[in-house]
Structures are given as C-alpha cells and as structure tokens.
C-alpha cells in the first residue's frame, strides 16, 4: 500500500500534460501554478507543497516491516514509536511550512498596505496642488 501511494505521489510530480491555458492575476501569487516550469525556489512548486508529505510516506516505508497477511496479501507492520516519531516530524514540518507560508503572505500585505497608502497620500497631494490652481 505504502509503495502504490509513493508512486501515486511520485506520478503527481510528473508534468507531462499539456498545459492549460489560464491567466492568474499577479496579486493571486498562492495559487497553484497551471506551468510546467516553474522556479524551483517557489512557493508555487508543487515539489515545495508536498515535500513534507513525500518525507513522511518514505520515513514510514523504510521504517516499516514487509509481511504476508493470511487474508488481504501484503502488509506494513509499524512499531508505534517509529509510527509516532514520523507523524511527529510530518506535524513539524507542515507547522514550520505554514508559518513560512503566513509570515511570507503577511509581509506581502504589509508591502502592498504600504504601497496603497502611499499611492492615495500621492493622489491626495495632487488633488490638493488642482484645488490651488482652479481658486
């Protein structure tokens, strides 16, 4: 089961599908790219999102004990602390991805807050400096 899941998953990764023609506004940078290239250090990298999950599926499937059940076939067998330590690493990981996802999203915010103040104080001056010229 652990060996077709980490297929399944290491097939997600191939983009041999023709791309969709699709346009993404810049302000919407957290969605999912629909390119097959893509900047490696991306937040948009499907490689960057799953990562975290693909470490846990191959920590539980070298961890883990190939058995031959009597009814359903093959198996995993999992020593609860080695299952334990593995979920323990996927929540710190998906914890640690999702600050760096908020912190860098936040940031952003305060970029774009910035730049639109800016941008309305700038106006305003502007219709100011119009007013004095009519009167």
Not at 29 to 51: C, E
């Amino acid at each position: 089961m652990i060996e077709s899941e980490s297929a399944a998953l290491a097939n997600c990764f191939n983009l041999v599908a023709t791309p969709v023609a699709s346009h993404i506004h810049p302000f919407q940078q957290f969605a999912s790219t629909l390119y097959s290239r893509v900047d490696p250090n991306s937040h948009l990298d499907i490689v960057t999102k799953l990562s975290e999950v693909q470490r846990f599926i191959t920590k539980l499937n070298n961890r883990g004990t190939e058995v031959e059940t009597l009814t359903s076939g093959p198996g995993m067998v999992f020593t609860i602390k080695d299952f334990n330590e593995c979920v323990q690493i996927l929540c710190r990981g998906l914890i640690k991805y999702s600050e760096r996802e908020m912190r860098s999203r936040s940031e952003n915010f305060a970029k774009k807050e910035a730049h639109y103040v800016n941008l309305l104080y700038v106006k305003d001056r502007q219709i100011e400096n119009l007013q004095a010229r009519i009167t």
